[in-house]
């Protein structure tokens, strides 16, 4: 078999299977050097042997004769009609493997078998019984077009017999989710094994396909304390640690709430000892946290994952640097030894989409941290939850790290035997921040204090619950010096505001700036003032941190600086945030200020904890814990396998669709002719750096709008968008979505009157 492997091609570059091979071998190598005891010894001869017959069904002819012929090597003959290649390489591979059933169990060949057939997505319908009996007829159909010039012309019942007991073993045991969910309930080694073969295969052949990417960068050898207390000294800061940090470092699984601008990042930095993963909701805090763990751990250390962390990167690198893509393409890799990323990278493997073993397999030796856990959605928690508990049992270490818990979570982590600490006296802030007034009044009868206030020299934050509120809030505001800050900007535009609001608070005064719950956790601001509209505790509370958030002393201010707007537009806010948990929250924090209106760190804390536990959502008979239990009954039911854009979509749960507004329609056409045109260029990574430097150039022209104002049946017909080009995901939005610097995306009258829409659907 050695000779055909040296003379049939694995790829299209001219790569042969020997040397494909032997590119996987060396991956494995590397593996095995930073991580040599991950693996049993058994473990690591299943391994190789899946790497030796991971690719032998490329050996089939109809492979082979879509491949460009190599002159060096001895072509296959391909005179005759080629018919579709619709059974995958991998299912042919194990016919391959008979010759081994003396040399290992059933189980251990069923190991690699699975690992084979897994490998690429392609092939799932074949997982079933009568899945498997149409891949066998096939097989035996058409084995003389796929194998006779290997001097096989038929499938002998050996073989046959040979190949459906391990398929069928599979399907009865691991290829249900049933299956998989059981095994991981049971905690068997069977199931570790098996997740770690299949998973590191997957691993190791992305890892030997790609130029410059390798399975591991070498880990991070320095002690980690010495290196916060040495980022600590760069940044003029006293080199010690703080008590929290100190009496939680070295703590195993760990949920801890802790107060804002305490050290929770320096925690982190020092609690995690092996490859770490740092998770957070959005993709504004994770750029702002790679910054700083690069700090403290250096550039070529940390990556940045999430979905447009390449043109991120991209951005701050110097012109045609060409590390920047190495850099990404391990940081994809699951390669570098911290990454920080969303939570959809990573979290949504629990829904076992083709290939899911590949995050669990790397999750097994890591650390992960997961930062303000309540800020994510139930669609969103009861998927984290469920993953955890499947990931400690394979090896994973967590932190939690959050400023408020809600009650239901603690329960949930607490269950999975976790030390969950939510009250240590030296994780609480015990400054005075926040003076709070409740105003039976709704925004707009609140316009002419707010000018006042910052007439009066102070910055003032609105925060509002809807896009469409926050741009009549800004029409409708009387005073000069405003801005407008919410989702529906194009993210070039989005990013320029985002660094302006970051700036003006700390350089100018009398500033106010309108906003969504967007600025709510990913923005690092410090307003002096905040009115905000009503809405559940935890947003609320989020929402206060914006304000008076980086100074050491009390806010002794006679009025308060913080308003809440309990009158709100049930019509345009009930679908964001039920009425339900926005009037307990209101009655929560009036019971929770002191006698002269201030809200304490520590009745925040106790707030958001009865406002989302069990007993008080079945009180108010809430949406949120009948979203809770939906999305753990999707979880405890056999679903179909999900691909995993769609389970991405599902976790993600923010049903937006990113289109360019139509005014940029002919700058994006000239964009797309310049692309097409890179082919011309023969030095690949230039090719490639000029590509991203294009599409980074048509991304920042995107904006994400809600999904249901392009599918609503009555907006469908009237056709909302156009398709640039599918490939690259580029769609235009029709003129009548009117954009501009000033206000974002919206819709205007003249066209709700044209086109007799609803105006709740743009709400």
């Given amino acids: 078999m050695n000779n055909y492997l040296q003379t049939h091609l694995a790829k299209s570059d001219g790569t042969t299977l020997e040397e494909h091979i032997k590119d996987l071998l060396y991956q494995f190598d590397i593996f095995n050097r930073y991580y040599p005891n991950l693996l049993t010894d058994e473990e690591k001869e299943l391994l190789k042997v899946a790497i030796e017959y991971h690719d032998y069904g490329k050996l089939n002819r109809l492979f082979q004769c879509k491949l460009p012929v190599n002159s060096k090597l001895k072509p296959v003959k391909c005179n005759w009609k080629i018919r579709d290649d619709k059974i995958p390489h991998q299912y042919l591979s194990p016919l391959f493997l008979r010759k081994l059933e003396n040399e290992f169990s059933f189980e251990e060949l069923s190991f690699v078998i699975y690992s084979i057939i897994n490998h690429h997505a392609r092939g799932r319908e074949f997982l079933n019984y009568s899945g498997i009996d149409l891949l066998i007829s096939e097989i035996e159909e058409h084995i003389s077009n796929f194998f006779s010039h290997l001097g096989i012309t038929s499938l002998s019942e050996e073989t046959k017999d040979f190949y459906k007991n391990h398929l069928d073993y599979i399907v009865d045991n691991i290829a249900t989710i049933e299956g998989l969910n059981n095994r991981l309930k049971a905690d068997d080694d069977f199931i570790k094994t098996l997740i770690k073969i299949a998973g590191l295969l997957i691993r190791i052949d992305h890892s030997a396909s790609g130029e410059e990417l390798v399975i591991e960068e070498e880990p991070i050898k320095e002690n980690r304390e010495k290196l916060f207390l040495k980022d600590l000294e760069d940044n003029k800061k006293p080199q010690k640690l703080r008590p929290f940090q100190e009496k939680f470092k070295d703590k195993e699984n760990l949920v801890l709430v802790a107060d804002t601008g305490l050290g929770k990042t320096g925690l982190a930095a020092i609690w995690s000892k092996r490859k770490m993963f740092y998770v957070l909701p959005n993709r504004t805090s994770t750029n702002a946290m790679f910054e700083t763990m690069k700090e403290i751990f250096g550039n070529d250390k940390v990556g940045l994952l999430h979905s447009t962390s390449l043109f ?26 911290i990454t920080i990323s969303t939570a959809d990278q990573l979290f949504t493997a629990v829904f076992k989409y083709p290939t899911y073993e590949k995050i669990y397999a790397t999750l097994s030796y890591c650390d992960i941290v997961i930062d303000e856990i309540q800020g994510f959605d139930p669609a969103q928690i009861v998927p984290i939850l469920r993953q955890v508990k499947e990931t400690t049992k394979l090896g994973a270490r967590y932190l939690i790290i959050t400023a408020t818990l809600p009650q239901i979570i603690k329960e949930e982590f607490e269950k999975l035997g976790f030390e969950v600490k939510t009250n240590d006296p030296d994780t609480i802030d015990n400054t005075k921040r926040h003076k709070v007034k409740i105003l039976e009044k709704n925004i707009f009868e609140t316009l002419e204090d707010i000018v006042k206030i910052a007439e009066s020299g102070k910055n003032v934050l609105v925060l509002v619950n809807t896009v469409s509120i926050a741009q009549e809030v800004y029409q409708k505001l009387n005073y000069k010096d405003k801005n407008l800050l919410h989702s529906r900007f194009i993210w070039e535009t989005r990013k320029d505001k985002e660094d302006k609001i970051k700036k003006d608070y700390k350089t100018s005064k009398g500033k106010i700036w309108i906003s969504t719950q967007l600025v709510e956790a990913s923005l690092d601001i410090d307003f002096d003032v905040l009115f905000t509209e ?31 707007l309990s009158q709100v537009d049930e019509k345009r806010v009930s679908h964001v945030y039920e009425k339900a948990l926005r009037e307990e929250s209101l009655k929560l924090i009036n019971q929770h200020l002191d006698n002269e209106g201030y809200l304490l760190s520590e009745e925040k804390r106790k707030i958001v904890e009865i406002l989302y536990s069990r007993e008080k959502l079945e009180e108010l008979n809430s949406k949120y814990f009948e979203r809770w239990k939906e999305v753990e009954k999707v979880l405890n039911s056999n679903w179909e396998y999900l691909f995993k854009k769609e389970a991405q979509e599902i976790f993600r749960d923010t049903f937006t669709f990113e289109a360019i507004p139509h005014r940029f329609k002919e700058k994006v056409k000239k964009l797309l002719d310049e692309y097409k045109n890179l082919k011309d260029i023969e030095n690949k990574e230039e090719r490639r750096f000029k590509k991203i430097e294009i599409l980074k150039k048509i991304n920042d022209l995107k904006a994400p709008i809600p999904v249901y104002w392009v599918l609503n049946e009555e907006v469908k017909d009237k056709n909302p968008y156009e398709i640039l080009d599918q490939n690259l995901n580029i769609y235009l939005l029709a003129k009548y979505f009117v954009y501009d610097d000033e206000l974002g995306i919206r819709i205007d009258k003249k066209t709700l009157e044209k086109y007799q829409f609803d105006e709740e659907i743009f709400i």
């Fill in 312 to 337: 991120y990167v991209f951005e701050n690198a110097e012109k045609e640097d060409f590390t920047v893509l190495r850099d990404y393409d391990n940081t994809k890799n699951l390669s570098k030894p």
């Fill in 534 to 564: 009503a809405a559940p505790a935890d947003s609320l509370i989020q929402r206060m941190g914006r304000v008076w958030r980086h100074r050491k002393e009390d806010y002794k201010g006679k009025e308060p600086n913080v308003y809440i």
